[in-house]
């Protein structure tokens, strides 16, 4: 048999998070007395995981000072998007061959036995990506999952991108993923601007993929609180159970 891949975890914590309307980082903002980011960096201490890299870009040296020495930071100069903060990990991860986890920092409940699940269905898949999807009611402004009439995954739309109907979708990317680095991180580059924001979207990658021939799997997560993201005063209102 052949050796199991390794798995390096990518921890996207660049933003500003200026919805929060604070002076300091999204990701320092406290729940249950520990920052954000503390509680994302402890959910990814799973034996499985060799490595783990922060981008950062907005007041880095508080997010170094509050994170410490167990991770390697890289760093996001200008915040162009999710891609382009995964962008900044090439170089670093040019060499390696294994699986790469991808986090977007500010999902507080994020848990290790949910990423050791990410990892598992993803190496059991065989596929280029897996990624972690939800359903709400009423969705937030999340990506949408774009399934055909089979359930086959074949697009991932931000919000700004959906039609009226594709809005209506109740299944969201949580914008959680696990990647084969070597086929992934290449295919980076395919990725452009051409959007309402004028970013660079990581979830451009699942069309790249699927147009080059490669598989994705989608692994939905019954409970949504596990991969909510915090944006804004309300949504951590939400969190703290203050409603």
Not at 36 to 47: G, L
Not at 139 to 162: S, T
Not at 180 to 193: D, M, T
Request: aromatic share 6%; hydrophobic share 35%.
């Amino acid at each position: 048999m052949p050796p199991e891949r390794k798995v390096r975890v990518v921890i996207l914590a660049a933003g500003k998070g200026t919805r929060m309307k604070r002076e300091k980082p999204k990701l320092l903002t406290e729940i249950g007395g520990k920052p954000i980011i503390t509680r994302v960096v402890e959910a990814c201490r799973i034996p499985e995981i060799e490595k783990t890299y922060i981008i950062v870009g907005f007041k880095a040296g508080l997010m170094r000072e509050t994170v410490g020495s167990s991770c390697t930071f890289l760093t996001q100069r200008f915040q162009l998007g999710t891609a382009h903060a995964v962008m900044q990990a090439r170089d670093v991860l040019r060499n390696y061959r294994g699986d790469l986890v991808v986090l977007v920092g500010d999902s507080p409940f994020l848990t290790r036995r949910l990423i050791r699940r990410l990892v598992r269905i993803h190496r059991r898949a065989g596929v280029a990506a897996t990624f972690l999807t939800t359903e709400y009611s009423q969705p937030p402004p999340y990506a949408r999952v774009i399934r055909d009439r089979a359930g086959k995954v074949r697009n991932l739309l931000e919000e700004n991108q959906c039609t009226v109907e594709q809005e209506r979708i109740k299944e969201v990317s949580t914008s959680h993923y696990c990647f084969r680095a070597e086929i992934v991180l290449p295919l980076l580059s395919e990725i452009g601007k051409d959007n309402p924001k004028h970013e660079y979207y990581l979830t451009d990658i699942i069309p790249i993929l699927i147009r080059h021939g490669y598989g994705v799997e989608a692994v939905r997560v019954k409970n949504p609180r596990l991969v909510f993201g915090i944006n804004d005063q309300r949504d951590l209102k939400w969190a703290t159970g203050k409603r």
